[in-house]
């Protein structure tokens, strides 16, 4: 599993320097190795990364159904964080499209998945 986290440390190390195609290949690496380990709350977080990297790739592409089968895959392993930070992101595309009532049901949902970890910035 060692090998999963150093990737996800280089995705994050890509991601803060703007490299968003190297930071997707890493995350993508990262997956893959935290999933086969059995490191699943930790893979479904680097799935997500995958996700936020290719909206920065292309921030006209809509990721909603990407957002979607991660948080299937988090909630599926019991992380309603990724859960949640994936409803406000799937939030923020359909306000994005102009569907502001999808948008505030998502965001309700994130907030739900979320009350448990008020302390944090994504709250």
Known sequence: AWKGVIAFVIGYAHLDQNEYEQSREAFQKAYKILWETGARKKAVKALM?????????????KCITSYEFVKDRALEVGDKIVAGLCY???????HKLGGLELALKYSHLALDCMNEDRGVNHF
Do not use: C, G, L, T
């Not at 995958?50 to 592409?61: G, L, M, P």
């Open 49 to 61: 990364n995958v996700v936020v990297s290719e909206d920065r790739i292309d921030n006209k592409k």
């Open 88 to 94: 406000h992101n799937m939030a923020k595309e359909y």
